[in-house]
């Protein structure tokens, strides 16, 4: 199974702008979607938003109004722009493929690549 490595993360101040980027190691089956996801300390992975190639992409209500994830299709590539960064943003962020539901996208394998560290602070 292919893993993700995700990059982009870094520090910021509230009300700034991150982009990130998550490509996969190996062949991923189109049909699954690409998801990031992020966790804070002592807090459990979360969903944050995930995009499938036919369909149309989905955001948590966290990330509504303030992050866009993309796919290019030629780099293999997921991006996570991420604008009006919170403190409340500040976790590592990954992303792995998972399978889309209306609400959500369950990863589709327990291994996890690298993660990005995002911080929020003034």
């Known amino acids: 199974q292919a893993q993700f490595v995700a990059s982009g993360g870094g520090l910021v101040k509230p009300g700034g702008s991150l982009r990130l980027s998550c490509a996969p190691s190996g062949h991923i089956s189109s049909l699954y979607a690409t998801g990031w996801y992020r966790q804070a300390p002592g807090n459990p992975r979360e969903l944050v938003a995930a995009i499938i190639s036919d369909g149309d992409p989905l955001y948590m209500d966290s990330a509504k109004g303030r992050f866009t994830i993309s796919r290019d299709s030629v780099k293999k590539t997921v991006s996570l722009q991420m604008n009006n960064l919170k403190p409340e943003d500040t976790a590592v962020y990954s992303c792995?493929?998972?399978?889309?539901?209306?609400?959500?996208?369950?990863?589709?394998?327990?291994?996890w690549g690298q993660g990005t560290q995002v911080t929020v602070s003034s």
């Open positions: 792995n493929a998972c399978l889309l539901g209306t609400y959500s996208c369950v990863p589709a394998w327990d291994s």
